[in-house]
């Protein structure tokens, strides 16, 4: 097992393509045109992966994350090859968180069965809404029928079952009574629930108002917990040691190396991100990878932003490590008095994380710690 001090490490593998783009989607993405694309784009896939490995070089690797996208458009093997090139860097595979993002209405029994076989061990599946009402709002090509044809298949072969849901979108919308029809056909362990964030498109649905979408956020919050389930960051909630390994590493400031079009890497070492253009014909050709290393007030602000927004916040002296100076000469204490005093953030047993009040106001919280960054 690593230890405290060893840099955990992920991989991150990006699949842009989709049958249609759903109407509240920012992420990159783009038509499946046929299946010589497809092709080219695994070959492009492990080539990079191969490639880039050697960039884990002094970390722990603990997870692997195919997302989108709608990566079960692709082929189990696929995900066998991935695997195979893991595990022959050394890393053993049991060691290893293996998620792989799935879209109800892509998948089939067979599929899921090859899936199994593969070394993937965790599904997120996009659920997003349990109301076709609010799935056709959100332009979802999935339908609850999808759901109930296909999760519990999903649930029986993988144990480590994650659900991806939205709020602040549908009108007059049940949630209790969603979440009681999802725990009616399947036992999940981890659920992530987002607030949605209408993106820069004409189409988009509207959002609804605050008030309405706090409600709704507080239904998810108070039916979980009921369920056994934690609230571990600001839209993760999972039942003991379910926690998602690979997002951690995000929220820890780990290292991750991502692969295809649009994916972002992070090197905690170097302390340099590097990212591939969002173009699906670059990446396949071998083209379209920058790199650039932030200041140090921006690895200060993107420490404090992953950190803070898991429930057990920072522990000051992983950060004092991380950065090579005390806690002090980074942040003036006043600004953290402040938010102490108002009751949106707590320093305990060394650590500085947000109340319930500071998680419900992250950014005011984290716009007051950045304007008092000493660098």
């Given at each position: 097992?690593?230890?405290?001090?060893?840099v955990?490490?992920?991989?991150?593998?990006?699949?842009?393509?989709?049958?249609?783009?759903?109407?509240y989607?920012?992420?990159f993405?783009?038509?499946?045109?046929?299946?010589?694309?497809?092709?080219d784009?695994?070959?492009a896939?492990?080539?990079?992966?191969?490639?880039?490995?050697?960039?884990?070089?002094?970390?722990?690797?603990?997870?692997?994350?195919?997302?989108g996208?709608?990566?079960?458009?692709?082929?189990?093997p696929?995900?066998?090859?991935?695997?195979?090139?893991?595990?022959?860097?050394?890393?053993?595979?049991?060691?290893?968180?293996?998620?792989?993002?799935?879209?109800?209405?892509?998948i089939?029994?067979?599929?899921?069965?090859?899936?199994?076989?593969?070394?993937?061990?965790?599904i997120?599946a996009?659920?997003?809404?349990f109301?076709?009402?609010?799935?056709?709002?959100?332009?979802?090509?999935?339908?609850v029928?999808d759901?109930?044809?296909?999760?519990?298949?999903?649930a029986?072969s993988?144990k480590?079952?994650?659900?991806?849901?939205?709020?602040?979108?549908?009108?007059?919308?049940?949630?209790?009574?969603?979440?009681?029809?999802?725990?009616?056909?399947?036992?999940p362990v981890?659920?992530?629930?987002?607030?949605?964030?209408?993106?820069?498109?004409?189409?988009a649905?509207a959002?609804?108002?605050?008030?309405?979408?706090?409600?709704?956020?507080?239904?998810?919050?108070?039916?979980?917990?009921?369920?056994?389930f934690?609230?571990?960051?600001?839209?993760?909630?999972?039942?003991?040691?379910f926690?998602?390994?690979?997002?951690?590493?995000?929220?820890?400031?780990?290292?991750?190396?991502?692969?295809?079009?649009?994916?972002?890497s992070?090197?905690s070492?170097?302390?340099?991100?590097?990212?591939?253009?969002?173009?699906?014909?670059?990446f396949i050709?071998?083209e379209?990878?920058s790199?650039?290393s932030?200041?140090?007030?921006?690895q200060?602000e993107e420490?404090?932003?992953?950190?803070?927004?898991i429930?057990?916040?920072?522990?000051?002296?992983?950060?004092?490590?991380?950065?090579?100076?005390a806690?002090?000469?980074?942040?003036?204490?006043?600004?953290?008095?402040?938010?102490?005093?108002?009751g949106?953030?707590?320093?305990?047993?060394?650590?500085?994380?947000c109340?319930?009040?500071g998680m419900?106001?992250?950014?005011?919280?984290?716009?007051?710690?950045?304007?008092?960054?000493?660098?």
């Open positions: 097992m690593p230890s405290d001090m060893q955990k490490s992920g991989i991150y593998i990006h699949i842009p393509f989709c049958t249609s783009k759903c109407l989607c920012d992420f993405s783009t038509p499946l045109k046929n299946e010589s694309i497809r092709y784009y695994e070959k896939v492990i080539r990079e992966l191969k490639r880039r490995l050697p960039e884990l070089k002094g970390t722990v690797l603990r997870s692997v994350y195919v997302g996208g709608s990566p079960s458009l692709m082929e189990a696929f995900f066998s090859r991935i695997s195979d090139i893991v595990s022959s860097a050394g890393t053993l595979l049991k060691d290893v968180e293996y998620t792989v993002e799935v879209n109800p209405h892509d089939s029994t067979d599929w899921i069965r090859e899936l199994k076989d593969t070394g993937v061990n965790r997120s996009g659920i997003q809404a109301d076709d009402t609010v799935l056709k709002e959100m332009g979802r090509r999935t339908a029928e759901m109930i044809n296909t999760l519990p298949d999903l029986g993988f480590n079952l994650s659900v991806d849901m939205i709020y602040g979108i549908g009108s007059g919308r049940d949630i209790k009574s969603e979440l009681s029809q999802i725990f009616e056909i399947i036992d981890h659920f992530s629930a987002y607030q949605y964030t209408p993106p820069e498109k004409k189409d649905p959002p609804l108002d605050e008030e309405t979408s706090a409600a709704q956020e507080k239904t998810f919050t108070e039916t979980l917990l009921k369920k056994g934690r609230r571990y960051e600001v839209s993760n909630y999972s039942k003991k040691g926690e998602s390994v690979h997002n951690t590493t995000y929220w820890e400031m780990g290292t991750w190396l991502g692969i295809g079009a649009g994916a972002r992070f090197n070492i170097k302390r340099e991100h590097s990212f591939y253009d969002e173009n699906t014909a670059s050709s071998g379209g990878l790199r650039y932030p200041s140090l007030r921006e200060i420490f404090l932003l992953m950190g803070l927004r429930t057990e916040g920072i522990e000051i002296k992983r950060m004092e490590n991380h950065f090579g100076t806690f002090e000469k980074m942040i003036e204490s006043s600004s953290l008095k402040s938010l102490i005093d108002e949106l953030l707590k320093k305990n047993n060394g650590r500085i994380f109340t319930e009040k419900d106001f992250l950014n005011t919280v984290l716009l007051k710690l950045f304007e008092f960054i000493k660098a």
